[in-house]
């Protein structure tokens, strides 16, 4: 019997040894697990410290992209001059993009076209003429700019920055040297005008303006401007006082009578086939010319300018004698029968 009551004894104290164990381990288990989270939670928050950490880097390093100049230098073709310098930036290429594209049109037109300090790139062509001795006298050749492939040019390198050449287009007289010397040879339209040789201001502006578009050379599709060939009618460039037509009104201004050689210069060229680019009508009657067949100028206003759709090139000639003026359009023997006709 004590046998058996030491074997129950022991078997007990096992058990109870056995659930302690039990008891331990799942407190460890417990502890484990709690550490484990721990862990995780801990490397969660570096993982999200880092990660703030590297969004404010990256912010940081926007920013001071965005505040970095970029630069463009607009740069002259024939010189390699730098003629403009912008920052992209500042004009509005990332904040404004619609705002920085009307400013590179802006800047482009001013370019082309001057502003009231500075002169554009765009240039009238000069025409050759041919002095008293029958040599050429060069003219300068027609320059324009082109406003629009420069801005393209340019918004493709606003993002970066870079160099950018104004795409200058230059054109020559459209005839050759050699026929220069055949250019009077036959008058293929003429019109001439009267005037009062005895009024000495208006004969005397009608004699240097005549003089001034005598024997000019025009190639073929070259451009004609009254302005351009003649230039300034003031008393600089000796020119007088004569009466003249200004806002309805008759006044005494420098240059007075220039628009007859203006108006007779029109119906000259008018027989043939020009095509006219700028043309303007007094604002009063003038007794030179019937009604509706004046051309009337004004340095730095109003101009007469064509274009020689002739097909051939020709040469101008202005004769002023005692009261008349006559205006004839000469050309080539060769190029006659090729000159065209209005239809």
Same mark, same amino acid.
């Given at each position: 019997?004590?046998?058996?009551?030491?074997?129950?004894?022991?078997?007990?104290?096992?058990?109870?040894?056995?659930?302690?164990?039990?008891?331990?381990?799942?407190?460890?288990?417990?502890?484990?697990?709690?550490?484990?989270?721990?862990?995780?939670?801990? @490397? &969660? /928050?570096?993982? *999200?410290?880092? %990660?703030? $950490? #590297? @969004? &404010? /880097?990256?912010? *940081?390093?926007? %920013?001071? $992209? #965005?505040?970095?100049?970029?630069?463009?230098?607009?740069?002259?073709?024939?010189?390699?001059?730098?003629?403009?310098?912008?920052?992209?930036?500042?004009?509005?290429?990332?904040?404004?993009?619609?705002?920085?594209?009307?400013?590179?049109?802006?800047?482009?037109?001013?370019?082309?076209?001057?502003?009231?300090?500075?002169?554009?790139?765009?240039?009238?062509?000069?025409?050759?003429?041919?002095?008293?001795?029958?040599?050429?006298?060069?003219?300068?050749?027609?320059?324009?700019?082109?406003?629009?492939?420069?801005?393209?040019?340019?918004?493709?390198?606003?993002?970066?920055?870079?160099?950018?050449?104004?795409?200058?287009?230059?054109?020559?007289?459209?005839?050759?040297?050699?026929?220069?010397?055949?250019?009077?040879?036959?008058?293929?339209?003429?019109?001439?005008?009267?005037?009062?040789?005895?009024?000495?201001?208006?004969?005397?502006?009608?004699?240097?303006?005549?003089?001034?578009?005598?024997?000019?050379?025009?190639?073929?599709?070259?451009?004609?401007?009254?302005?351009?060939?003649?230039?300034?009618?003031?008393?600089?460039?000796?020119?007088?006082?004569?009466?003249?037509?200004?806002?309805?009104?008759?006044?005494?201004?420098?240059?007075?009578?220039?628009?007859?050689?203006?108006?007779?210069?029109?119906?000259?060229?008018?027989?043939?086939?020009?095509?006219?680019?700028?043309?303007?009508?007094?604002?009063?009657?003038?007794?030179?010319?019937?009604?509706?067949?004046?051309?009337?100028?004004?340095?730095?206003?109003?101009?007469?300018?064509?274009?020689?759709?002739?097909?051939?090139?020709?040469?101008?000639?202005?004769?002023?004698?005692?009261?008349?003026?006559?205006?004839?359009?000469?050309?080539?023997?060769?190029?006659?029968?090729?000159?065209?006709?209005?239809?």
């Amino acid at each position: 019997m004590a046998k058996q009551n030491w074997v129950i004894s022991l078997l007990l104290a096992v058990c109870l040894i056995g659930t302690g164990c039990a008891e331990q381990t799942a407190k460890e288990k417990e502890a484990k697990a709690a550490e484990q989270q721990q862990k995780i939670e801990k @490397e &969660k /928050k570096l993982q *999200e410290k880092k %990660k703030l $950490e #590297e @969004e &404010k /880097k990256r912010e *940081e390093a926007r %920013k001071r $992209e #965005e505040a970095r100049p970029v630069y463009v230098n607009i740069i002259d073709p024939n010189t390699k001059d730098i003629v403009k310098t912008f920052n992209t930036k500042d004009l509005g290429y990332i904040t404004n993009p619609g705002n920085y594209k009307a400013e590179i049109t802006k800047l482009t037109r001013e370019l082309a076209r001057g502003t009231q300090s500075t002169p554009g790139y765009d240039k009238r062509m000069i025409l050759d003429k041919l002095d008293e001795n029958g040599q050429v006298i060069k003219g300068t050749p027609q320059t324009i700019l082109d406003e629009e492939e420069l801005a393209e040019k340019i918004l493709l390198v606003s993002e970066k920055g870079g160099d950018v050449e104004l795409p200058l287009f230059v054109t020559a007289s459209g005839y050759q040297l050699e026929d220069a010397a055949h250019l009077d040879e036959v008058v293929v339209a003429s019109y001439t005008t009267y005037f009062n040789s005895g009024v000495v201001g208006r004969t005397k502006n009608i004699e240097l303006s005549a003089q001034a578009i005598n024997n000019v050379i025009l190639g073929t599709k070259d451009y004609f401007s009254f302005n351009t060939t003649v230039g300034p009618s003031d008393a600089e460039h000796g020119y007088q006082k004569a009466a003249e037509i200004n806002y309805g009104k008759l006044v005494e201004g420098y240059g007075g009578g220039i628009c007859q050689t203006s108006s007779t210069l029109y119906n000259a060229i008018d027989q043939l086939a020009v095509t006219y680019v700028e043309k303007h009508h007094h604002s009063l009657k003038v007794g030179y010319v019937p009604k509706g067949r004046d051309a009337t100028v004004s340095y730095g206003g109003k101009d007469f300018r064509f274009q020689n759709t002739f097909g051939v090139p020709i040469m101008l000639k202005a004769i002023v004698s005692k009261g008349s003026l006559t205006v004839e359009v000469r050309t080539a023997k060769a190029y006659q029968s090729l000159v065209k006709k209005p239809i």
